[in-house]
Structures are given as structure tokens and as C-alpha cells.
């Protein structure tokens, strides 16, 4: 009952304009804020998924690396040695995985 006599009052004070607009700025403010905060979370989901696919990446590469120079190996043939030598560290966690398997 309180809130309804705050609102009559405001009417009563600046106008039905200016308290309608007041009121549909507060919802739009409302509204927004929900948006905003259902986006970040997305966001945060999206970057998640990409460091994880980041890090597919470089670990298949490293695999790639080791099989190719175990086929390398097997047949007698020179491993590139110019495609390991570009090769970069693995890095997770903050350590680096200088292994090369």
C-alpha cells in the first residue's frame, strides 16, 4: 500500500509524463541489467571453450610431431627437423611441456 502512495505522489509532484518515463527508464534499467549479466556468462562459457580448444590444438600438434617423427624413424628417413625446430612449448597450467614424446 505504501509503494502505491509513493508512486501517486510522484504523479502528483512532476506529472504523469515524467513519472511514466521515470518508471519505464527503472524497468528498461532492469531489463538491460539481466541481458548484460546473462551475456557475461555466456562470454565467460565461450572463452572456456576456447582456451580448452587452444589447447587441443597444441597437444595434437605436438602428437603430430611425434608421429611423424616415429614414422620418420620406422622407414629410415630424416625427421624434419626445420617442423620440430618451430614447434612451441606446450604450455598449461603455467608449466611448460618440453617433453617432445
Not at 9 to 21: F, S
Request: positive net charge.
Amino acid at each position: 500500500m505504501k509503494k502505491s502512495m509513493e508512486v501517486f505522489n510522484l504523479i502528483t509532484d512532476v506529472g504523469a509524463p515524467i513519472a511514466g518515463a521515470l518508471i519505464m527508464g527503472a524497468f528498461l534499467f532492469i531489463i538491460i541489467k539481466q541481458i548484460m549479466t546473462n551475456l557475461v556468462q555466456e562470454i565467460k562459457t565461450v572463452k572456456g571453450m576456447s582456451a580448452m580448444l587452444i589447447t587441443r590444438g597444441k597437444v595434437m600438434n605436438n602428437d603430430i610431431i611425434r608421429i611423424d617423427t616415429s614414422v620418420s624413424a620406422a622407414l629410415g628417413l630424416a625427421p624434419d627437423l626445420q617442423r620440430i625446430a618451430r614447434a612451441e612449448n606446450f604450455v598449461e597450467d603455467g608449466k611448460i611441456d618440453a617433453r617432445r614424446d
